[in-house]
């Protein structure tokens, strides 16, 4: 299976720069498997999807004010790095700019010294690992001298940094948004209550893999990085009993799917756990927890392509790509959504 076989041409006009001013009027192509049929509608309309007693799966991790900018004490240079991953005594994972200026034993300073971050070790692909010190409580530091690590591909500031969180966002821990929750409000999160259909939080905190293309031929040659999940007892329960009752699971974005995913390889049914996961699912992977999927429109030749691609069909999923470009759909984190049921 090769990489370029998820390959299509998306015009730079299409991919979003900004989100859109009320939530849930983004619009939602519905993506029929059993009679590929495709739909047009708006994402208030995804009530209408949603059965008594199916269960709606949010990823409610909280996005880290986590791009920082400082410079060497040495030289003055001016670094980025983007905080990926907490490893414990104040270390973090780091993605690094430009990570050739950065060597073991450099120390950046950031907000006139109030956060230093020392260089402990070097890997591949700009990632490095930094000690941080500092006086007080870290994510009102982050709060005070970070940014909204948006992607590469918007240009555009964010005059909002709330409309890059969902409105359920929770837990603090992930260096990008679940975006395919962005589109829901908490009214619309209401309706779906008094629907009485289940809303469940998992979590998964979002890390380097959003950032990381697949630089191999071979699909089968990729190496997810691994990211961090949560799930309660409560969780679990409601997802089992509606697992019994033959009710669907829908989840929100490919963060949850590769949560509930991972859990259901691991124990055969959901429980209260956590953990790392580098699950990484293409065409041929049998999903054994999820029913249906709310997602974005994603970039081209990514692991998020190829995991939609894999719970529809390959054809179907770029058939879906062809309307939504030829209807001007808005593509990537700010963009419109997709319905696969």
């Known amino acids: 299976m090769r990489t370029d076989d998820f390959d299509f041409n998306l015009p730079e006009e299409l991919i979003a720069q900004t989100p859109i001013e009320k939530r849930d009027n983004s619009r939602l192509l519905v993506v029929d498997r059993k009679t590929e049929c495709l739909e047009h509608k708006h994402f208030s309309d995804i009530i209408d999807y949603l059965e008594e007693g199916d269960c709606l799966v949010l990823n409610d991790t909280k996005v880290m004010p986590a791009r920082l900018y400082g410079v060497k004490e040495e030289t ?28 073991v034993g450099t120390t950046i300073s950031f907000g006139n010294g109030s956060l230093k971050a020392e260089c402990i070790s070097c890997s591949d692909e700009g990632i490095r690992c930094f000690r941080l010190s500092y006086n007080g409580i870290l994510y009102e530091i982050l709060d005070e001298l970070g940014e909204m690590p948006l992607p590469p591909y918007i240009h555009e500031k964010l005059k909002d940094k709330d409309r890059y969180q969902t409105v359920y966002a929770k837990n603090v821990g992930s260096a990008a948004a679940p975006t395919a929750g962005l589109h829901f409000t908490e009214d619309l999160l209401t309706h779906i209550q ?63 799917t590769r949560t509930l995913e991972t859990i259901m390889n691991l124990y055969g049914e959901f429980r209260e756990c956590s953990g790392w996961t580098d699950i990484f699912i293409y065409p041929g992977y049998k999903f054994k927890a999820v029913d249906n999927l709310i997602t974005n429109f994603h970039l081209p030749k990514s692991t998020l392509v190829m995991l939609v691609s894999a719970l529809a069909t390959k054809e179907l999923i770029m058939k879906a790509y062809n309307e939504a470009i030829i209807n001007k759909y808005r593509f990537f984190s700010f963009g419109d959504s997709m319905l696969i049921k």
């Open 76 to 103: 003055n240079a001016v670094i980025e790095i983007l905080l990926l991953r907490d490893l414990g005594g104040n270390t973090w994972e780091c993605l690094t700019k430009p990570a050739k200026r950065v060597k």
């Open 194 to 256: 008094e629907k009485n259909i289940n809303i469940v939080y998992v979590t998964l905190h979002v890390g380097l893999g959003t950032f990381r293309p697949v630089n191999v031929e071979d699909v089968t040659n990729h190496k997810m990085h691994s990211e961090f999940y949560v799930m309660s007892k409560e969780s679990a329960r409601v997802l089992n009993e509606a697992k019994q009752a033959g009710k669907k699971i829908i989840s929100v974005g490919t963060t949850s």
